[in-house]
């Protein structure tokens, strides 16, 4: 079973950045077969939210709350999706989760997070005024 694991969460002050990463342990899931992949993140006492998705093709999607200043991208080579956050703001302040959408190469679920059927541990971020 291919498992995904995040790393690259802090803690950064307001208008900071940070690269977060999500690995694949087999790396044949990232190279050769491509599907929907995405990363969300849940503040304590809100729900789970979607932050940004990206497809097989490269095509991606983003939060409003988040555009502009986050950038989703995928490393075949390295086996890696990332997530570069810039000019962080406190109410980005959450548990950031990587997740994949196994079935699908496109995201047809969008942010609908509870039908995504691989996740990460996750890593948390936190912003600071």
Known sequence: QVQL????GGSVQAGGSLTLSCSASRSVYLSSITYCMGWFRQAPGK??????TINSDGVTVYADSVKGRFTIS???????????MN???????????CA?????????????WA???????????????
């Open 100 to 112: 994949a959408d196994y079935a699908h190469a496109s995201c047809v679920y969008g942010f609908s």
């Open 5 to 8: 694991v995040e790393s690259g």
């Open 74 to 84: 995928k490393d075949y080579a390295k086996n890696t999706l990332y997530l570069q």
């Open 115 to 129: 039908m995504y059927n691989g996740w990460g541990q996750g890593t948390q971020v936190t912003v600071s005024s």
């Open 47 to 52: 729900q789970r939210e979607g932050v940004a």
């Open 87 to 97: 000019s962080l703001k406190v109410e980005d302040t959450a548990m950031y989760y």
